[in-house]
């Protein structure tokens, strides 16, 4: 994950050094979006 954290940061010519990532547990749970197909009178 480090990784591609880095290379992002290099393509728009940002600073990598010392870049750092650790996941954050439990993670935010913002909302819940529910596809399904739309059903209705054939």
């Known amino acids: 994950m480090t ?7 290099q393509t728009v010519s940002l600073k990598v050094r010392g870049l ?8 935010d749970l913002l909302g819940i979006l529910v596809l399904h197909p739309l059903v209705g009178p054939s």
Do not use: D, F, G, M
Not at 20 to 27: A, E
């Open 3 to 9: 990784e591609a954290h880095r290379r992002i940061r």
């Open 20 to 27: 750092t990532v650790k996941p954050q547990l439990p993670p």
